[in-house]
C-alpha cells in the first residue's frame, strides 16, 4: 500500500520568511496530493491540493510542487505570518480510490 | 464548519467497556472515514467506506467496528480489544467512488480518554 513520509516533523521560522515542507511517497499510481492545515484544537482543512498532471499550483502565498519521476512533492509558504502557525499534512491517494494516506505531520511555528 | 459532526467532543471510558462515537454528516457524500490521531504519528486510518452497508479495514482496524447502515451516519466502536485507545478520532467524508480527486471533509473530533 502508499506510505506517506513528511520532512521536517517540527519547523520554526520568522514572520516574513518562507517555510518549505517536504513529502514522498511510495505508491507510483497515486496522482492526487492535498495538504491539510491542522489549527490547535481544530479540525484538518484542505489549503491546497496538486493532481498529477501538473507540477507546481499556486495560491496566493502557498504553492505545491510536485515531482512525479522523484515521487515528491512539497508546500511553500512565503512571507509566513503567524497566523501560519498549525500543524500540515500531505497526503496522497489514487484516482477512484478512497484509501487517502496521510503523513506525520509538520508543526509549524512563525515567530513574530 | 457544519457539514460534518462528531458526538461527543470528550469522553471517558473505564477499561473493558466498549464505547461507541457517532459521525454524522448532511453533505450527500458517499464515502466516509476514520481516523486516530496520536501526537507525532499524524492520521492513522481505522476504517472507510465508500458506500452504504460496505466498508473496509483501514491500517489499524484491530479492536475497532464500525457500521454503515445509513449514508448519512458512520459509527465507530471502541470495543475492550483495543489496547491503547486513548486519542483523538477524527471522521471524514468525501463525495465518493467513481470520481477522482476526492477532497475530504473532516469533523471536529472526539478526544477518547481511558481511565
Known amino acids: 500500500g502508499e506510505n506517506v513520509e513528511q520532512h521536517p516533523s517540527t519547523l520554526s521560522v520568522q514572520e516574513g520568511d518562507s517555510a518549505v515542507i517536504k513529502c514522498t511517497y511510495s505508491?507510483?499510481?497515486?496522482?492526487?496530493f492535498p495538504w491539510y492545515k491542522q489549527e490547535l484544537g481544530k479540525r484538518p482543512q484542505l489549503i491546497i491540493d496538486i493532481r498529477s498532471n501538473v507540477g507546481e499550483k499556486k495560491d496566493q502565498r502557498i504553492a505545491v510542487t510536485l515531482n512525479k519521476t522523484a515521487k515528491h512533492f512539497s508546500l511553500h509558504i512565503t512571507e509566513t505570518q503567524p497566523e501560519d502557525s498549525a500543524v500540515y499534512f500531505c497526503?496522497?491517494?489514487?484516482?477512484?480510490?478512497?484509501?487517502?494516506?496521510f503523513g506525520a505531520g509538520t508543526r509549524l511555528t512563525v515567530k513574530p | 464548519d457544519g457539514g460534518i459532526t462528531q458526538s461527543p467532543k470528550y469522553l471517558f471510558r473505564k477499561e473493558g467497556q466498549n464505547v461507541t462515537l457517532s459521525c454524522e454528516q448532511n453533505?450527500?457524500?458517499?464515502?466516509m472515514y476514520w481516523y486516530r490521531q496520536d501526537p507525532g504519528q499524524g492520521l492513522r486510518l481505522i476504517y472507510y467506506?465508500?458506500?452504504?452497508?460496505?466498508?473496509q479495514k483501514g491500517d489499524i482496524a484491530e479492536g475497532y467496528s464500525v457500521s454503515r447502515e445509513k449514508k448519512e451516519s458512520f459509527p465507530l466502536t471502541v470495543t475492550s480489544a483495543q489496547k491503547n485507545p486513548t486519542a483523538f478520532y477524527l471522521c471524514a467524508s468525501s463525495v465518493g467512488i467513481g470520481l477522482s480527486y476526492n477532497e475530504q471533509f473532516f469533523g471536529p473530533g472526539t478526544r477518547l480518554t481511558v481511565l
Open positions: 467506506s465508500q458506500i452504504v452497508n460496505d466498508f
Open positions: 505508491d507510483s499510481a497515486s496522482n492526487y
Open positions: 497526503a496522497a491517494s489514487k484516482a477512484n480510490n478512497n484509501d487517502m494516506r
Open positions: 453533505l450527500n457524500h458517499d464515502a
